[in-house]
């Protein structure tokens, strides 16, 4: 009876994979190193050829070689692994189909994608500048969902104020006059923020860090994308919105 005894490389080519892919199958452990003719050379045989088989195969599914290993060389339906295989891919398929969505969102409204799907739109539409982006931003990594729900909210509804473009637009070195007047003109526009949203006041206190920490990371972030003169009229804004406060918003 003639015995069946293919080569390395045959058994490669009969199974559709590489000579290397088959070494390697040796190297790990996952494939029995077949007897050698007396001339040296490896003799392979159905059973070689089935097991590479089976090993291509379930690479290809998305196992990796360890899995393989651990599944064994007599198991034919690894069932349990393969339900499992099978849960993650379905977990796979509705994160590409989530990021599908969210490319489909970005490239028909031309939205940032430095910002969350949700709130990306509504910037885009808010039209907000450079630097009131960039803070978006730092919101979304240090406001709650309350907190966050509260900003998305504001963006839907920003009041029509020229003194926000005004503020937006202003030189580092604006002249004192126009400070002051930019300052004095902010505060209705702020009341007109907080009457509308009045959730601004606590946006802060399901922050996940802390209403501290929340408070102090957006306050290092507007130093540092803000320039001078707008940072003095914030800091002229502050008592003058408290002595309207006591007198009643203009």
Do not use: C
Not at 118 to 136: C, F, G, N, T, V
Not at 168 to 173: F, K, S, T, V
Not at 183 to 195: F, N, T
Request: charged letters at 25%.
């Amino acid at each position: 009876m003639t015995v069946v005894a293919w080569s390395t490389r045959e058994i490669a080519e009969l199974a559709g994979t590489s000579l290397r892919a088959v070494r390697h199958y040796h190297e790990v452990g996952l494939l029995e190193e077949p007897e050698r003719r007396a001339n040296g050379y490896k003799q392979y045989g159905v059973a070689h050829l089935v097991r590479v088989l089976r090993i291509k195969r379930l690479t290809d599914l998305g196992f990796s070689l360890s899995q393989i290993d651990a599944m064994g060389d007599a198991e034919d339906h690894p069932e349990e692994a393969l339900r499992t295989l099978d849960a993650e891919l379905a977990a796979t398929i509705e994160r590409l189909q989530r990021t599908r969505a969210e490319l489909a969102l970005i490239l028909r409204q031309s939205a940032p994608t430095d910002l969350p799907p949700e709130l990306a739109p509504l910037a885009a539409e808010a039209e907000l500048s450079d630097a009131d982006r960039s803070l978006a931003v730092v919101l979304t990594r240090v406001l709650g969902p309350q907190g966050l729900r509260t900003y998305t909210d504001m963006l839907q509804a920003l009041p029509d104020h020229p003194v926000a473009a005004e503020f937006d637009d202003l030189p580092a070195d604006a002249d004192e006059r126009t400070r002051q007047d930019v300052a004095e003109r902010l505060v209705p526009y702020i009341h007109a923020l907080h009457a509308a949203n009045p959730g601004l006041r606590n946006a802060n206190e399901d922050a996940p860090g802390g209403a501290h920490f929340a408070e102090q990371t957006f306050g290092k972030a507007i130093n540092d994308v803000y320039n001078p003169a707008q940072l003095d009229i914030l800091r002229r804004v502050r008592p003058l919105l408290r002595a309207s406060r006591r007198t009643g918003p203009a």
